[in-house]
């Protein structure tokens, strides 16, 4: 009791340049120089968008106030409520390079073109593999649970992977076919 005493009361004997925190009686760290505070201050943050709808606005006060679990809870609620599938993005294939003019200008003999971009489809798997390839496809879709993995390997045949280029896609097949699965890229 006497150590809050002395503190309360040293906190008020001190001079006129110090800022006093509104719990004195608790705690005597509170008091910095005014020196400090405006060395420390940081800028006001952005001023938030607003909506002239209240229905918007209370949305986005309850979504900001989730936690990082309940948003991703939220987001796949959404997704399987509004049918929003997720979409791989496709990879950017090299540019081909212009072809020279013959000398002779004869019709040039058109070869064709080789196959770049493939789509990986896990057709079938060994009973005996069934968990290292659940736990396989988990670790190549981000966004899947455990649970989802597990279903998406008992609904075969699926695409695993679309628009990869050659290298990768032949890369993700002998990965799985070292598991004992049986993958085909189209």
Request: net charge positive.
């Amino acid at each position: 009791m006497a150590s809050r005493c002395s503190g309360l009361l040293r906190a008020f004997s001190r001079p006129a340049t110090f800022t006093r925190c509104s719990k004195i009686a608790t705690t005597s760290r509170c008091l910095v120089t005014a020196t400090e505070t405006a060395s420390k201050s940081t800028p006001p943050p952005p001023p938030a968008a607003t909506s002239k709808d209240a229905t918007v606005t209370r949305i986005v006060d309850d979504i900001s106030s989730l936690t990082l679990l309940q948003a991703a809870d939220l987001v796949t609620l959404l997704k399987s409520r509004l049918n929003i599938q997720e979409i791989a993005m496709p990879a950017a294939a090299p540019a081909a390079a212009p072809v020279a003019a013959s000398s002779e200008e004869q019709p040039l003999e058109e070869k064709p073109k080789e196959k770049t971009i493939f789509n990986v489809k896990l057709e079938s798997f060994d009973a005996g593999a069934k968990p290292k390839i659940i736990r396989e496809v988990k670790a190549l879709v981000p966004n899947l649970t455990l649970i989802d993995a597990k279903k998406f390997v008992e609904s075969l045949p699926k695409v695993l992977k679309e628009n990869l280029p050659k290298e990768e896609a032949e890369k993700l097949q002998k990965t799985f076919e070292a598991l004992g699965a049986v993958v085909k890229l189209d």
